[in-house]
Each structure stands twice: as structure tokens, then as C-alpha cells.
């Protein structure tokens, strides 16, 4: 029916709808906007900024056409694309940073932290890491925003596990610094769609290409916090 109304008022494909996270859109959301109008200027692009969980809840609701999304679960009718693994660093102000490039989980795990909700994949990787070392994981400042957590590490009020692309910015600029974890803490994005009959749902060449551009810009922005291409 969707198709047929298009039809009528001369539109011969819908807007696909790309689901990222906060810190891609903050990485690459407007590149990406600009390169689509310009590669692809009968197929309009929208974003939607979500966390991977919500992401992922949203493909299923048929709210959007097909998400970025870190550490995709398995789940009947969804299609997941492991892409690369990305490194997270612990990142705060400079002037409560220890020095050296690295931190120990334990000395991180002594940071007043600043997390997503329990469902965030940051916050997930992160309690998994310390229960596995037998250490408590607690988070002083909860929140799901991303420009509540980065004010509070401008603040030099908390530290956080968070991807890079959040604080890209800020990490430029030398107001925060971040430090590699000991052991390393990664997460892997994912291409989502939902599956229809066996096949990907609505294939074609923009989703392809459109999947390609965004992964070039994640690795040449990452730079060395791309684990795995």
C-alpha cells in the first residue's frame, strides 16, 4: 500500500532509515548525510540516534530499515553482520588522568564512573570484565545521555568506558584524555536487518553502498582503536 501512494505522488522509492548509535552519529552522522545527497540524490537517508539495544528493538517494531548496532544478539527474524571489533577506552579530564597510556581494570574500577543504563553495551562489557576478575563495578553517575556523561568528564567529576567517537572532540582538543584498558575491553558492530524469507529484507545497492561509506569512515576515524578490520 506504501508503495502504491509513492507511486501516485511520483516517489519510486521510500527514505531508508539507518539506525546508529550516539557516538557514530557524533563520528560520522553528518558526512554521511551530505555523501548520500550527493552519491545517491533520489534516495532521501534519515537517521535515527539510539542506543544499540534500543537499535535493535526498533528493527524489530519495523521503525527503521537497518542499524549499526554493537554486540547484536542472535534473534529469529534478524539478520546480524559482524563488522569490526572496536576498542574502549576509559576516558576523563586530563588533569585526573594517571599517567602512562594504560590502566588496569582495578585502577579504573576506582574512578567515581559515569554509564548507560545496565542494558548499555559499554556498561554490559564492563561489569562482565570485573566479574571475571572477581572486582565490584559500580557506577557513581547513571545516565543514558551521552552529553549528560561527557559533561561530567568535563567536569572532572567521573570517568567513563566509553567508545570514541563520543568524546571525539574533546579528545582532539586535550580537554579529555583517554587510556587504553588492561586487559582490553571491545565491542563489535554490527550490520542489522530483518530477515524475510531466508533474505535480507529490501536489498540493494544503496544499503550495500551506504553500509560500505560507513565503515570507511569508522576506520579511517577510529584509527587505532579499530581491533580488527
Not at 586535550?174 to 533474505?199: H, I
Amino acid at each position: 500500500t506504501e508503495s502504491e501512494v509513492r507511486q501516485l505522488h511520483g516517489a519510486t522509492t521510500r527514505p531508508l532509515t539507518l539506525g546508529l548509535t550516539a557516538s557514530l552519529v557524533h563520528l560520522i552522522g553528518a558526512d554521511l548525510m551530505v555523501w548520500a545527497a550527493t552519491a545517491f540524490p533520489g534516495q532521501a537517508l534519515k537517521l535515527r540516534e539510539e542506543p544499540s539495544f534500543l537499535l535493535i528493538d526498533a528493527l524489530e517494531r519495523q521503525e527503521i530499515d537497518l542499524a549499526l548496532a554493537y554486540c547484536a544478539p542472535l534473534r529469529p527474524g534478524l539478520i546480524v553482520e559482524s563488522l569490526l571489533a572496536e576498542e574502549i577506552p576509559l576516558v576523563m579530564r586530563a588533569d585526573r588522568a594517571p599517567t602512562g597510556d594504560t590502566v588496569s581494570l582495578a585502577q579504573a574500577l576506582t574512578f567515581d564512573l559515569a554509564m548507560g543504563g545496565e542494558r548499555d553495551v559499554g556498561r554490559r562489557l564492563l561489569a562482565e570484565a570485573a566479574a571475571s576478575h572477581r572486582l565490584d563495578c559500580t557506577v557513581a553517575f547513571e545516565t543514558q545521555s551521552i552529553a549528560g556523561i561527557r559533561d561530567l568528564l568535563r567536569r572532572g567529576l567521573a570517568a567513563s568506558a566509553i567508545p570514541y567517537g563520543s568524546v571525539a572532540q574533546e579528545l582532539d582538543t586535550g580537554e579529555l584524555v583517554a587510556r587504553r584498558l588492561v586487559p582490553t575491553l571491545s565491542m563489535t558492530l554490527c550490520r542489522v536487518q530483518r530477515r524475510v524469507d531466508g533474505s535480507l529484507e529490501g536489498a540493494n545497492g544503496f544499503r550495500d553502498a551506504l553500509v560500505a561509506r560507513c565503515l570507511a569512515m569508522i576506520r579511517e576515524r577510529l584509527g587505532p582503536f579499530v581491533l580488527s578490520r
